[in-house]
């Protein structure tokens, strides 16, 4: 079965603290995974899309990695601010069409304090 | 970018009311996509669409209808709508074709009594 699941759930940090957020993925095949980040209320906003030969992408103090063998990502936040609060979500694609059907994960809820 | 506008982003209504979500974009794309959302849950496809007089059933199982009669919209109806369809509704847009990126509306959260 496709799943994609997202480690931690939660998670509080101090501003200007780095965190680490884990997804680990048996979506196959795999076309490609994205990170998106979502305030409350608020729709997703892409922050990364990353290919099956892509490793490591940067996106200001995102920065996501992909290790395709082990089918693992990570979304690393660096020098966290108060706006960072927010829900970061996992999705992966696979390669059954020009888009690919997506596997969402539940997202983990990242809250940063002053 | 595929701005996505949705309409209303809150709505509360009671039982058996009928209610229609607006989306619309503005980049005129071919592919879009509802999904729902609880919260602490994975978004769930419910319908989509890959153009004008093309609409398909998503994963979810949805009482909820939509249509394509226009490019740039792509709204969703509840005729009779009940408690169980208390939820978020998001509206997406796919971008530029070799990428596949998903653009996001802002959501329509529906209460229902």
């Known amino acids: 079965k496709n799943q994609v699941e997202q480690s931690p759930q939660s998670l509080i940090i101090l501003e200007g603290k780095n965190c680490t957020l884990q997804c680990n993925y048996t979506v196959s095949p795999f076309s490609n995974l994205r990170w998106y980040k979502q305030d409350t209320g608020r729709g997703p906003v892409s922050l990364t899309i990353?290919?099956?030969?892509?490793n490591t992408k940067s996106n200001g103090r995102y920065t996501a990695t992909l290790d395709a063998d082990t089918k693992q990502s990570s979304l690393h936040i660096t020098a966290s601010q108060l706006s960072d609060s927010a829900s970061y979500i996992c999705?992966?694609?696979?390669?059954?069409?020009?888009?690919?059907?997506?596997?969402f994960g539940r997202g983990t809820q990242l809250t940063v304090w002053p | 970018e595929a701005d996505i506008y949705q309409t209303p982003r809150y709505l509360v209504i009671g039982t058996g009311k009928k209610i229609t979500l607006e989306c619309s974009q503005t980049m005129g794309h071919d592919k879009m996509y509802w999904y729902q959302q609880d919260p602490g849950m994975e978004l769930h496809l419910i319908h989509y669409s890959y153009g004008v007089n093309s609409t398909e059933k998503g994963d979810l199982s949805s009482e909820s209808t939509v249509s394509r009669i226009r490019t740039e919209h792509f709204p969703l109806t509840l005729e009779s709508a009940r408690p169980s369809h208390t939820s978020q509704y998001l509206c997406a847009a796919v971008g530029a074709a070799n990428t596949g990126e998903l653009f996001f509306g802002e959501g329509s959260r529906l209460t229902v009594l």
């Open positions: 999705v992966v694609s696979d390669r059954g069409s020009t888009l690919g059907r997506l596997y």
């Open positions: 990353m290919t099956f030969s892509e």
